[in-house]
């Protein structure tokens, strides 16, 4: 699937340069280099050399630091274009990655940061969706701008998504009117969120985000036991009672054994608008220290910021719009994107396939 395809002799020298710095070139993202294999094409037109790059995870924003990084070494006019080519294997039906947002606890920004992140992963050049398996207080609809909105059938069993921003999305919340309460017991509710889950036409997904409820309940252990999950991001904020609830999250899924990709430590500190000095407002290195304490990355320390409760109260797509605060949500999707490449392959590169033999 990989290789390159290059229009100039394997001994040019400034080709064979492009090649080395890339094969070194080391950074959270890129942990072991640019693989050969993932170069598709070095060429050069007009006194400029392109370089095209079929990453296997979704990282195509990456393009402008590998373009400074070659510019840097090589006295040469440099174009990085990255493509994001995820291998066809799928852990469930058609979709490569299954991930969980979750929180011990409510009010923390989960669903907000579930939202973003699926943007940010869609930006990066991934094709994603979103379950809502919030059976009791869906947030969805309104994050995405979609309430009161119905998904079609696509048969007697199929439900079709609702689209929003190139997102495929499913929620509870498209089906029951927003001022009903979703009065059920845990086992009621877990066979809803399977149904949505099962009965709805997905499609070819790189990743499906799940935005789950809070707490370690029945939905939370339906999820972990019966759907082959990659791995859990965990929103926390600094508060000292968030922590405590995060860390039972921590607790279940890895009893479960499933992977902690990262910790997302939201409402992190908030930036003076007069002074730009960073105000802790809910304490200071809980996340950075509860990730620690397990061995897992801290992907993230989102500000508290103006611009994500009014963006998220509209509907609107944060990422899309480039604002600075975006920036810690695409960096969180490359990393998550990355690691969990990495995560499905051993130390040679080659991937990991299980099965139920």
């Keep these: 699937m990989f290789g390159i395809k290059s229009l100039f002799s394997k001994e040019d020298p400034v080709e064979k340069k492009i090649i080395e710095l890339l094969n070194n070139y080391r950074s959270a ?8 294999e993932w170069i598709d094409q070095i060429k050069k037109e007009n006194n400029e050399w392109r370089v095209r790059i079929d990453l296997p995870f979704a990282a195509k924003s990456q393009q402008s630091i590998l373009k400074a990084h070659l510019q840097d070494s090589l006295n040469h006019e440099i174009t990085v274009s990255i493509n994001a080519q995820l291998a066809p294997h799928y852990k469930f039906k058609k979709i490569r990655h299954i991930i969980l947002v979750a929180s011990g606890k409510g009010g923390v920004g989960k669903s907000t940061t579930a939202v973003n992140l699926a943007l940010a992963l869609k930006s990066e050049g991934a094709r994603v969706g979103v379950l809502d398996a919030d059976i009791y207080g869906p947030s969805i609809p309104s994050l995405l701008g979609l309430v009161g909105e119905q998904p ?7 439900l079709n998504p609702m689209e929003k921003y190139g997102l495929k999305t499913m929620s509870i919340g498209y089906l029951v009117p927003a001022e009903n309460a979703t009065v059920w017991r845990g086992p ?3 066979q809803a969120l399977s149904q949505l889950l099962n009965e709805t036409d997905w499609g070819e997904l790189d990743y499906l985000i799940v935005d789950m409820p809070p707490g370690t309940g029945d939905i939370q252990l339906t999820m972990t036991q019966k759907i082959p999950a990659s791995g859990a991001v965990i929103v926390t904020t600094p508060q000292d009672l968030a922590l405590a609830d995060a860390q039972k999250g921590i607790a279940m899924f890895s009893q479960v054994n499933l992977p902690i990709i990262g910790l997302i430590e939201n409402m992190s500190f908030f930036n003076c608008s007069h002074c730009g000095g960073k105000n802790h407002l809910f304490g200071k290195d809980g996340g950075n220290q509860l990730a620690a304490r397990h061995g897992v990355p801290l992907l993230a320390e989102i500000p508290l910021d103006i611009q994500i409760r009014e963006e998220s109260e509209q509907g609107a797509n944060l990422i ?9 949500y695409v960096y969180s999707a490359q990393l998550i994107s990355s690691m969990l490449h990495l995560q499905s392959h051993d130390s040679n590169g080659v991937e990991i396939v299980i099965t139920d033999d």
């Design 188 to 190: 009621m509710a877990s």
């Design 29 to 36: 993202i890129f942990p072991m280099g640019i693989q050969s």
């Design 320 to 328: 899309d719009k480039e604002l600075p605060i975006s920036e810690h």
């Design 152 to 158: 079609t059938a696509k048969d007697e069993k199929v």
